[in-house]
């Protein structure tokens, strides 16, 4: 606040800090992130709560019976029937949390075994799926990248390129497997390509939208001092957009993880989204729940990792 003859009121020494934020702000986010911890522990104490209460078996009722058919697909999967018809809903409905942790810990003890092309290790799955994403992801990126900078450097390029990125852009990446597989005829790279499909769009957009926004004082001071286009990009340019770049690699990555589930289930053979649906005709719903649970937290570990990552190129200008 200005006093009458236009001078500021002074404040006292220990009312801000260095950076003229409060002195108490670290303590204040130390308090807040414990409270969302908190409630976020009680919010999941009480879903794993309706999860138990849903999931228990009626106190009476007729007793569970199993029709000829589901008899003989019991069979088939090599299943105890006495067994399985006589515990009613707590085997054959929706597992209760225990059987999911008991799931999940079985899992965890041996996640790499391989024994044929259906019975493989969870870890084995998502090590396969994991793996064609960073493929495709990496493509993306060492095509977006320079064209984005090529886009965001040259209004002309820009203008003639336009058309044809905002066709190509909402078109589904799982649209383009069918003519994936058919011209490719290798299921395998053409999940790699349907991943580098939706990784593109995003890296590239956003390169471009980085490039064109560095100041303009930047690269005047960088014309003044006759530095040369290519020094001018990696050492004015680049640095100016890496934080909006990594921005738009972090969207792609959560687009491709989201994708490569749907294109394994597809074409088949290997990976987490395979596994799924695999489980789903083996009518496992404790695996199809843990694969469920594997997949949300890799996804958050990918995101967080390039969030991280994206700390790293952001300075305070």
């Not at 990446?173 to 790279?189: E, F, G, Q, V």
Request: hydrophobic fraction near 50%.
């Amino acid at each position: 606040m200005s006093q009458p003859g236009g001078h500021e009121r002074s404040r006292p020494p220990g009312d801000r800090g260095p950076l003229g934020r409060p002195p108490w702000g670290k303590e204040m986010n130390k308090t807040m992130n414990l409270k969302a911890g908190l409630l976020s522990a009680l919010i999941l104490l009480l879903l794993v709560g309706i999860w138990q209460l849903a999931t228990l078996p009626a106190a009476t009722g007729p007793v569970v019976t199993m029709t000829p058919e589901q008899i003989e697909y019991a069979k088939l999967l090599g299943k105890d029937v006495g067994a399985a018809a006589g515990d009613g809903a707590a085997k054959s409905g929706f597992p209760t949390p225990a059987q999911f942790g008991a799931k999940v810990l079985d899992h965890l003890a041996s996640p790499f075994y391989d024994n044929g092309p259906n019975d493989k290790g969870i870890g084995l799955q998502l090590a396969y799926s994991l793996g064609r994403v960073a493929l495709g992801f990496a493509l993306a990126a060492l095509v977006a990248i320079p064209l984005g900078f090529l886009i965001g450097m040259s209004p002309l390029i820009y203008r003639a390129l336009d058309p044809f990125i905002q066709v190509l852009k909402p078109i589904s990446p799982l649209a383009w497997m069918p003519l994936a597989l058919y011209t490719i005829k290798d299921s395998n790279i053409s999940g790699i390509f349907v991943i580098f499909i939706c990784s593109v769009w995003p890296m590239l957009i956003n390169t471009a939208f980085g490039v064109g926004s560095v100041r303009r004082e930047w690269l005047n001071v960088a014309r003044t001092l006759e530095v040369g286009p290519f020094r001018t990009a990696f050492k004015v340019i680049l640095p100016a957009a890496a934080p909006t770049i990594m921005t738009g690699m972090r969207i792609s990555v959560g687009i491709a993880w989201l994708v490569i589930v749907a294109a394994e289930m597809l074409v088949g053979g290997t990976g987490i989204g395979y596994f799924v649906w695999n489980e789903w005709n083996n009518l496992s719903i404790a695996n199809i729940v843990t694969a469920i649970l594997l997949i949300g937290l890799v996804g958050l570990a990918l995101d967080q990792g390039l969030a991280w990552a994206a700390k790293l190129v952001t300075y305070p200008e």
